[in-house]
């Protein structure tokens, strides 16, 4: 019955789209000096300009916004959006009137101003763009100061998702998917073409699944196998708009990878006109969406098609270019650990059985910024084998998550039917003998990390005794996560040498069913280890004790 509740529920939440404002970007057309425009806090308004040229090349074309209130002034680049217009997007975290003028070499852009008024936000689920936090500086914070419990989901190919339709019903779909199982991130390409390795033959058999190799999707004119670097694609980019918007719509961010150099894209060369006009064009025309953290590259340093150089002034043009100053990182540890002063936060790729002990190394190693695992190498199977990787079993898979987590990181999920090339927008709509994801093991752990703040917890491997540790003393808790096979653990120490335990509490949660064992006055037993915890041998379990009063030292 809950199946088709939940079923029900997407259904109900696709027809439903059209009719409420779906559309996070405001649009006026021409507006003049007097023209009344109004936002809320984190809306995304475009102001959209008329303005003809002769030029061959319009996209190179300078037009800043210089944007002024009482509390911040911004220098904000307009884009060109084709049909001789140029859009100056905008959004703002302040409550208050804010005026802008344009400067441009464009005489008919050149001094066109305005007022914008930011009024409160009023969409309850929505708390601004990710921020860095200096007096926590290893998690991630809204802008209204709210922790960002970043749990990611990788869909490379989320851009081709309904590409060519006027509706992207498919796009909402996903999205509507991840939003109730409780992923709040994307790691995604901006574009990418097809995969090198060995594809399923089952796949072949449903061509609806498969997204690689289409000719017909490019950011730059032409096609993949015949590009024409002269100029962008304006379609491609008012596509992404809409997934992009999507997005924002449903508060998920966009960890967009500008580039991807292992999956066969026909890329202009390093640093030349093209390649500095699309990076450049990304820049402006997605900066103002409060939902995007940049990362310069999926496999920044792959093979030899980038150097570290060019990734830093990738980096510093970026930060030239967004005004907003939107988190940036690379999707590669070893620049990240040599360029450490360069990203916002770690980005990780670690395969290796030790996970948690290179995780907690890497956070040991950067006390002052996040660590993110974005590929951990677990990647769920599907119906297709699309990338194995070196574990497949969504149990196993769903453990390294949580290796991540309790060693003070962040983290990523990988199904294998929407990961890359394979992208299957509606897995729970397919025959009862289709092996779906278990999204529904992240809703578990959201609700886990509901009930405890991660942001207030430290990895704690002193006293991680047959499990992993995580200990939270402002709020008093203690986490144990064990593996099903594990027949005890105990926290008798750690609690005994810090802590007061006299009015504490201790339970247990299941990650895989999510339930919760009720809540007891905690018990330090001398031999506790005869007891058998719950789910032994069935599921991974997490040990929780409350109530805990630090020790006076």
């Known amino acids: 019955m809950k199946k088709y509740l939940r079923t029900f529920y997407i259904f109900c939440c696709v027809l439903l789209v059209p009719t409420i404002a779906i559309s996070q970007s405001k649009t006026f057309k021409n507006p003049k000096a007097n023209t009344k425009i109004i936002g809320q806090q984190w ?26 209130g009482k509390k911040e002034s911004q220098q904000i680049p307009l884009f060109y959006n084709g049909n001789d217009t140029w859009v100056l997007r905008y959004s703002s975290a302040n409550t208050e009137e804010q005026s802008f003028v344009i400067s441009s070499e464009l005489k008919a852009l050149d001094g066109k ?7 409160k936000n009023q969409k309850t689920d929505r708390h601004g763009g990710i921020v860095l936090n200096e007096n926590n500086p290893q998690h991630l914070f809204y802008e209204d100061g709210s922790h960002y419990f970043n749990l990611a989901f990788e869909c490379d190919w989320l851009f081709a998702l309904d590409y060519g339709q006027d509706d992207i019903n498919k796009t909402k779909h996903l999205l509507s998917l991840l939003n109730e199982y409780r992923f709040n991130q994307v790691v995604m390409n901006v574009y990418s073409y097809d995969v090198s390795w060995p ?28 590009p ?32 991807v150099w ?9 640093e030349s006109e093209a390649d500095n006009r699309y990076y450049n064009y990304v820049i402006k025309r997605y900066q103002a969406f409060p939902n995007i953290i940049w990362d310069v590259s999926k496999e920044a340093l792959h093979k030899t098609r980038a150097t570290a150089g060019y990734i830093s002034e990738r980096i510093e043009r970026t930060r030239k270019l967004d ?16 360029h450490a002063d360069e990203v916002d936060f770690i980005s990780m790729q670690n395969w290796q059985h030790t996970l948690y002990q290179n995780m907690l190394n890497a956070r040991n190693d ?24 070196a574990y497949t079993d969504a149990e196993v898979c769903l453990r390294r998550n949580y290796m991540c987590l309790f060693a003070g990181g962040y983290t ?17 709509e397919q025959p009862k003998d289709f092996q779906k994801p278990h999204f529904e093991y992240f809703t578990h752990m959201r609700k886990l990390f509901d009930s405890a703040p991660f942001e207030n917890f430290e990895a704690n491997s002193r006293y991680n005794g047959s499990g992993y540790n995580l200990t939270n003393k402002k709020d008093g808790i203690i986490l144990l996560y064990t593996p099903k096979e594990n027949h005890y653990t105990s926290a008798k120490v750690q609690v005994s040498r810090e802590f007061n335990f006299e009015n504490a509490t201790q339970q247990w949660f299941n990650t895989l069913t999510g339930e919760f064992t009720l809540e007891e006055k905690y018990e330090m037993k001398e031999l506790g280890f005869w007891d058998y915890r719950p789910w032994r041998y069935e599921a991974d379990a997490v040990l929780i004790i409350r109530n805990l009063k630090p020790k006076n030292k």
């Open 366 to 389: 950067f006390p002052n910024k996040p660590i993110f695992n974005i590929e951990h190498g677990g990647y769920e199977a599907s119906p297709y084998v699309v990338f194995p990787g």
């Open 323 to 338: 005004s907003y100053g939107r988190l940036v990182s690379v999707h590669d540890y070893g620049f990240c650990r040599n």
């Open 199 to 226: 594809k399923d033959k089952r796949l072949a058999e449903h061509p609806e699944h498969e997204y690689g190799g289409r000719e017909d999707i490019f950011p730059f004119l032409g096609s993949n196998s015949n």
């Open 43 to 68: 809306e995304v308004i475009d102001l959209v300009f008329s303005a003809k040229t002769k030029s061959k090349s319009p996209f190179d074309i300078k037009a800043t916004a210089h944007v002024t």
């Open 113 to 119: 101003r305005g007022k914008i008024t930011i009024t």
């Open 228 to 259: 024409d670097f002269s100029s962008l694609n304006i379609n491609f980019f008012k596509h992404f708009d809409k997934v992009i918007s999507e997005m924002h719509n449903q508060e998920i961010v966009s960890h967009l990878m500008i580039y």
């Open 412 to 428: 990523t999920y990988y199904w294998q039917g929407a990961s890359w090339n394979a992208l299957i927008h509606n897995p729970f």
């Open 262 to 270: 292992n999956k066969l894209v026909s890329w202009p060369e390093m």
